[in-house]
């Protein structure tokens, strides 16, 4: 681990309605040796996020779905276009949650790192944990619970964060279909109950439409904007709804282009 690491930064944004505003970027790793080559990630991308918007990024792998929601959090910068936004807190595809710590503490986590004290985190949470269907498992390790309960605790510690804007990669890709459909459910009710900005990365089309009030669709590497539906009608959605149907084959349209 470095011992110097300088804090990640996000142009502050200046208008108000918007939570994140993409425009225009441009990122290119280097070649990692001569034998290799440099990869264009993204190129000329613009995404913007409004305000308690759910916005979800759907494409092929490797078309940096992952980089562009790095960048939104500032854990990267680009090379060229800006990064304008709230703070965002990411979370990653799998839960990492603390094997030694309880379902409870694992959730208080982000307010413990701001400097609350156990039991004051701890009040802080319960609430939250009941609300979203986690209480009675307060004292349970993660090794006791399910991968849907494990997940749910990983969104309630996002939550917690206190951060305006949500960047979730891929949160329920390693779960079962049936799992993966109830989670989808209780995230869509968490969102009615708990308005947050949202980015979500996903491969799942269905899980986008579910989720998403606009997706974003990406080519393949390098990554471009190259479609974007909206999607206007109130969760909880039913993939099966005939509208959602008709805009799922419009988003694998252009994906396939």
């Known amino acids: 681990m470095q011992t110097r690491l300088e804090a990640p930064t996000v142009e502050p944004l200046d208008v108000t ?12 790793y280097p070649a990692r040796s001569r034998r290799d080559e440099a990869v264009l990630a993204l190129d000329g991308i613009s995404v913007t996020v409004a305000r308690h918007e759910v916005v979800a990024i759907v494409g092929p792998s490797g078309c940096g779905k992952s980089t562009l929601l790095e960048l939104i959090c500032g854990l990267q910068q680009p090379d060229r276009g ?3 936004g709230e703070a965002a807190v990411y979370m990653p595809q799998r839960d990492l949650l603390l094997p030694w710590a309880s379902a409870l503490d694992n959730a208080a986590l982000a307010l413990r790192v701001a400097g609350r004290r156990r039991g004051e ?5 319960q609430p939250l944990f009941d609300r979203l269907g ?8 993660p090794d006791a619970l399910s991968g849907g309960m494990r997940q749910r605790v990983a969104v309630v510690r996002t939550l917690l964060s206190g951060r305006p804007l949500l960047a979730l990669d891929e949160p329920f890709a390693a779960l079962d279909a049936i799992t993966r459909r109830e989670l989808q459910d209780w995230l869509a009710g968490v969102l009615t109950a708990e308005p947050r900005s949202v980015v979500l ?21 390098p990554g471009r904007a190259v479609a974007e539906l909206a999607v206007p009608w109130p969760r909880p959605r039913r993939a099966t709804d005939p509208r959602l149907v008709a ?5 694998l349209e252009a994906l396939a282009r």
């Open 17 to 28: 309605e918007q939570s994140v505003v993409v425009d225009d970027v441009v990122r290119r």
């Open 82 to 84: 800006s990064v304008r």
């Open 121 to 125: 985190a701890r009040a802080q949470a």
């Open 134 to 141: 986690l209480g009675g498992f307060e004292r349970q390790r």
């Open 201 to 221: 990365v996903t491969h799942d089309v269905e899980e986008a439409l579910v989720l998403a009030d606009r997706v974003i669709v990406m080519s393949a590497r």
């Open 247 to 251: 805009l799922r084959e419009r988003a």
